[in-house]
């Protein structure tokens, strides 16, 4: 699990502006993965980066959805099918299973985490309602594919898009008062932006909702080894990186505020 194992890219979609899925097959992460937890991806040549996965198919078929940021993310973003990368894992803790009735909140690729949940919701046939926001059309990943996973079992499928170029003008926390005054849910997931999710988790704290979110902080070994990944008392790559709305009581001064660069200094958040 922690040694990593070198796969061929079999397939890379374009997702969205910037936004590249891509496809491998590894049997130890599909045989073990449940859907939150994330995989370290070492691209050749240049580095080793914490990645979410947005796919968990049939066949050990399993995908990584990756918005160019830097150079890492730039790099895996050019590889074409039939290159080369390595992975490990699945490494933290995940979601909890899914209850009869489920909203599931995303902010651009933090949808990525989300998307085997809302698979996982669809094969089991209980109720999915999903909200997505993003800064516009072009720049919003998942809008078809969810629309098509949805098909079959909408309960409520909206996008909000900030320059209103589609769905909503807006924030994706805009929604949150229409959608949760009509329906009541058994589990609410969310991953995003830390100021949306500092946002939803003020707001189910009020409402006493069953919340789930996953957060990122910057990720060296993935093994819970190196310290450099803590938030209050938790290492997000081991406590983490979903934390369910009790325990996000210990981190509720820094959500939001602060994170942590490569060298473990505090930067505060915009
Ligand atoms: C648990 C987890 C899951 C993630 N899932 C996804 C995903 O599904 N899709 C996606 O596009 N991105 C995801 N990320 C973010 C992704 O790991 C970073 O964007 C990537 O590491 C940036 O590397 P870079 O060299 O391209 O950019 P850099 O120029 O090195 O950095 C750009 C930004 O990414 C952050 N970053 C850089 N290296 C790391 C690191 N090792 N760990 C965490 N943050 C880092 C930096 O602090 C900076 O804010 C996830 C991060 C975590 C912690
Ligand atoms: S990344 Fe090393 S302890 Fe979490």
Known sequence: ???????????????????????????????????????????????????????????????????????????????????????????????????????????????????????????????VNVLLGGGSLSKTPFIKKLKNILNTQLECFKVTTEDGSYGCKGLVTDLLDEVLLKNSFERVYACGPELMLKKIYEYSLERRLPLEVSLERYIKCGIGICGSCYIGPYRICVEGPVFKINELEKIRNILGEWTRDSSGRLIPLK
């Open 1 to 127: 699990m922690h040694k990593p194992r070198i796969c061929k890219i079999l397939k890379v979609e374009n997702e969205a502006e910037n936004i590249k899925t891509v496809y491998f097959k590894d049997r130890m992460i599909s045989s073990r993965i449940i859907p939150g937890q994330f995989i370290m991806v070492w691209i050749p040549g240049v580095d080793e980066i914490p990645m979410g996965v947005s796919h968990i198919g049939l066949n050990s078929e399993l995908a990584i959805t990756v918005e160019a940021v830097g150079e890492a993310t730039e790099r895996l973003c050019s590889l074409k099918e039939g290159d080369f990368i390595g992975v490990r894992g699945p490494y933290g803790r995940g979601f909890s299973p899914p209850g009869l009735s489920n909203l599931i909140i995303g902010g651009g690729t933090g949808m990525a985490p989300l998307m085997p949940l809302i698979e996982h919701c669809v094969r089991e046939k209980v109720k």
